[in-house]
Nanobody, 120 residues
Framework: QVHLAERGGGLVQSGGSLRLSCAAS?????MGWFRQAPGKEREIVVA????????YYADSVKGRFTISRNNANNAVYLQRNSLKPEDTAVYYC????????????????WGQGTQVTVSS
């Protein structure tokens, strides 16, 4: 069992920046960030493979969000710039038993989520 803990959510104005971090209780493979807005399904935002060499970004966040990881600390980070009100959601960190994973169904462990609210 892997436990994930997200940090860094909060309230920010449109155009602002926030950095999310996720700490895992043990070594992990592929990691991703998902988000779920009220009334919507949980969607993948970004993902990174174990080596950190391959990444995936949803079209809606390309050029604004950057994912990175530090395997020595079992951590993954999400730097989010130029935030928009439509980025408002609960953000979840997740990890997979696979070296690389791009689909929600490929992720095995989930954090509790952290609320991010972007005001206009």
């Amino acid at each position: 069992q892997v436990h994930l803990a997200e940090r860094g959510g909060g309230l920010v104005q449109s155009g602002g920046s926030l950095r999310l971090s996720c700490a895992a209780s043990s070594s992990v493979y592929a990691m991703g960030w998902f988000r779920q807005a009220p009334g919507k399904e949980r969607e993948i935002v970004v993902a990174i493979d174990y080596e950190g060499e391959n990444t995936y970004y949803a079209d809606s966040v390309k050029g604004r969000f950057t994912i990175s990881r530090n395997n020595a600390n079992n951590a993954v980070y999400l730097q989010r710039n130029s935030l928009k009100p439509e980025d408002t959601a609960v953000y979840y960190c997740a990890t997979s038993n696979r070296m690389a994973a791009m689909g929600k169904g490929e992720y095995n462990y989930w954090g509790q989520g952290t609320q991010v609210t972007v005001s206009s």
